[in-house]
């Protein structure tokens, strides 16, 4: 089996959580992938409510689901249809949902 060649050592926090959890482990990776689209989706939805000045009762009413559902679609780790959920906020806003795939910064990666 060929030796890998030593890193160099770091003291870099993020670096080290990257090595020890997330390299050379595509399903890691996905899963980090997905939880970063998730918050964005939350973000994004917090931001477009707060930007109408509205409390999510009153958003929830608009998109037709429940305040409780608006408050979990803010919190990142939300397992529903998040996406199809931001589209239909964003339609009763006149707003349009854009996705847009962004150069990533450093090597290439597995999926």
């Known amino acids: 089996m060929p030796r890998m060649p030593k890193r160099k050592p770091t003291t870099d926090a993020v670096e080290i959580l990257h090595r020890r959890y997330f390299e050379g482990k595509p399903e890691m990776l996905a899963l980090l992938e997905e939880a970063r689209a998730n918050d964005e989706i939350a973000r994004q939805v917090h931001h477009l409510r707060t930007e109408a000045h509205l409390t999510h009762g009153q958003l929830a009413k608009l998109v037709v689901t429940t305040a409780a ?43």
Do not use: S
């Open 69 to 111: 559902v608006m408050r979990q679609l803010e919190e990142a780790d939300y397992e529903g249809h998040a996406l199809a959920m931001l589209n239909r906020i964003a339609i009763v806003l006149n707003k349009r949902v854009e996705i847009r795939c962004l150069p990533m910064k450093g090597k290439l990666q597995a999926a």
